[in-house]
């Protein structure tokens, strides 16, 4: 007969609960498989045919304290739980354990669970003697605390219900006032002597359902009472008048009587009786559901190891799980089964909320395991939703390559001012600004334009524009004839043109501005292009023509010749880091003085050279020689 064999060991993840699984499900198979006998040596073999390629890489770097060791199969056994153990520090373990107390508003069961939680870590040797003390000690429950530090004998179970009965009760009471301060007529039971047997009439009777007043004509609790019990524990009011509301005692009931309102208040769930039909149908049906139920019926095991697979993510949440009207409950959210899971999703997403407003509905109604997950792929796929769903979030911008040569890049794009149509073309190497007049938008005019511009400053080899008119078969046709690249942006989105977006907004100040000043707009631009670029020492004429403009200022003579700025003559330099634009690099000059540069103005120095000038450094950083910089003396203003 052939086993089912276990699953390899999986280094990622939790760790230690992935090889717990597997020494589980290893003895289980040696076990079933009749192998208890064998030898260590084929013991050990069969381990590492199953535990994976990657345990065997493991395997191999396991030190063993005897070299036979590793061929033992409980010493190789003990060096991998050795291995997958998660190192504990047991003292800061117990120090959060005792400084955990219930929190406002938490209930027994979530202080109990969030308690059983930390303990794991903190190997006591007795667990429930422990367990006992803090949450009777640290329960903000102070009447209760007292009640059970004067009993004798208190287990961890008597002092789990004990505390439980009190929260219960607690919770009623706090109802009962809220409905005596919202009600006119409170609900009150009047009681009458008649032959010396007790009468009841309820008048007014309210209950909660899930949180929510609701009325019930009669509750259940009522009703009891309404039968004429002559039990002295019965007859007592179970509802005070409203004056003697606030120091009213709560009455001594029995656990029955508490499990009884815990279902009326708790547990009472408003569906139609055909969807009910269908959750308890379904719920019997379901393989997990049915191990849940008899596990809630039967009672659960005291550790873990003893539940099955399935069950071992709900062992930490077995308080809050109960099993009642044939339905299972999380705290007061039902169970789903697996075949109404989708019912259910179709039901929650009827009215097309989003995501977060659907979440917060089910969270309080409903729970399986992956609901979040669900509602998400759900909602993903509404063909509604996806229709009229918000714009997506922005990307962040991409900065565009600056080239090496001048009017090696341009963009342009059409502008609209006024009645007037201006085609604005912007260098992206020196920020050169080009507006000229457009007396129609048809692609054989910008070509005529065109054609001018690159007659002055030379064919660029990329054109950056809009899609019209500069996708038209006319100017694929001018491109290739001129050779140069057309790169149109994305349709709807300016964004991915900046440069020439940006150009257009400073061609139409400048167009407003001499309107309103009434200056010549050709003297505006020629003003703009000898003013330096923010963040840069020279202006749009000295990247691109060396040399400034003769303008109406007054200006140097030199200033007025071209410049070769960057002469043939080198000198030493150190690296600092690379900027973060391709290509791109900050270095420091023999003066101190930190520069950035592109490659092309760099290249490394001789190994004597690079010895000489950074023998004294502690770490040497690659050198590299920088163009010099040529210093023309002032000479004649010319005005």
């Known amino acids: 007969m052939e086993y089912n064999k276990p699953d390899a060991l999986v280094l990622t993840g939790n760790l230690a609960e992935n090889w717990r699984v597997l020494r589980e499900a290893f003895e289980i198979y040696i076990e079933a498989a009749g192998l208890t006998s064998a030898s260590n040596k084929r013991q050990v073999a069969i381990f590492l045919n199953l535990v994976g390629k990657e345990g065997l890489e493991r395997y191999n770097t396991l030190k063993f304290e005897n070299a036979e060791d590793n061929k033992k199969i409980e010493q190789v056994l003990n060096a991998f739980q050795d291995y997958c153990k998660p190192k504990k520090n047991i003292l800061h373990s117990r120090y959060i354990f005792y400084k955990r107390s219930q929190k406002e508003n938490e209930s027994i069961e979530e202080f109990l669970s969030a308690c059983r939680g930390l303990i794991k870590d903190c190997e006591f040797k007795s667990h ?305 600004l080009e507006l000229n007049y457009l007396s129609s938008k048809t692609s054989s005019h910008i070509i005529k334009i065109l054609k001018v511009i690159f007659s002055i400053h030379g064919i660029p080899k990329q054109l950056v524009a809009d899609n019209m008119p500069f996708n038209s078969n006319e100017f694929q046709n001018f491109a290739t004839d001129w050779e140069f690249v057309i790169t149109t942006s994305s349709p709807r989105y300016p964004k991915s043109n900046g440069l020439a977006e940006k150009g257009v907004s400073i061609a139409k100040s400048i167009l407003k501005r001499s309107d309103e000043g009434k200056v010549d707009k050709q003297l505006m631009l020629l003003e703009y292009r000898n003013s330096a670029i923010i963040g840069s020492k020279f202006s749009p004429a000295q990247l691109l023509m060396s040399r400034t403009l003769r303008s109406k200022i007054p200006i140097l003579n030199n200033a007025l010749q071209p410049t070769d700025l960057l002469t043939k003559t080198w000198k030493p330099g150190k690296i600092i880091n690379k900027y973060n634009t391709p290509r791109s690099y900050v270095f420091s000059d023999n003066t101190g003085n930190n520069k950035r540069r592109n490659i092309v103005h760099l290249r490394p120095a001789g190994k004597q050279l690079r010895y000489n000038l950074y023998k004294d450094n502690n770490v040497v950083l690659k050198p590299s020689w920088i163009r010099k910089r040529r210093v023309v003396p002032p000479t004649k203003v010319n005005l």
């Open 128 to 432: 429930e003697e422990i367990l006992r003390d803090k949450i009777v000690l640290d329960t903000r429950d102070g009447e209760t605390r007292d009640k059970l530090i004067k009993q004798a004998d208190v287990t961890l179970e008597t002092a789990i219900e004990t505390l439980r009965i009190a929260e219960i009760q607690r919770r009623e009471l706090n109802q009962m006032k809220e409905i005596g301060e919202k009600q006119n007529e409170v609900n009150a039971v009047h009681s009458k002597v008649r032959g010396g047997k007790r009468t009841y009439q309820a008048q007014h009777h309210y209950t909660q359902n899930n949180g929510n007043n609701g009325h019930r004509g009669q509750c259940q609790t009522n009703q009891r009472q309404a039968k004429g019990y002559n039990q002295q524990e019965e007859s007592q009011q179970v509802f005070k008048n409203k004056d003697a509301l606030s120091r009213a005692c709560i009455s001594s009931r029995n656990n029955d009587d508490v499990d009884i309102d815990v279902s009326d208040v708790v547990h009472s769930i408003n569906m139609s009786t055909n969807i009910r039909n269908e959750f308890v149908q379904e719920t019997i049906k379901d393989d997990l559901l049915k191990q849940l139920v008899y596990v809630c019926k039967n009672g659960w095991p005291k550790h873990n190891n003893k539940v099955s697979r399935e069950l071992i993510p709900y062992f930490n949440m077995r308080y809050q799980i109960s099993f009642d009207d044939d339905l299972l409950f999380l705290n007061n959210r039902v169970f789903v089964p697996m075949k109404l899971q989708n019912k259910i999703l179709f039901k929650l997403h009827e009215t097309h909320l989003g995501i977060c407003k659907t979440k917060t509905r089910a969270h309080s109604l409903f729970y399986w395991k992956g609901l979040d997950k669900d509602i998400e792929e759900y909602i993903g796929n509404c063909a509604v939703c996806n229709k009229f769903r918000s714009e997506n979030i922005k990307d962040p911008m991409i900065c565009q390559e600056v080239p090496n040569l001048p009017f090696e890049k341009v963009a342009c794009d059409i502008l609209d001012y006024g009645k007037d149509t201006y085609l604005v073309l912007v260098d992206y190497y020196s920020g050169w």
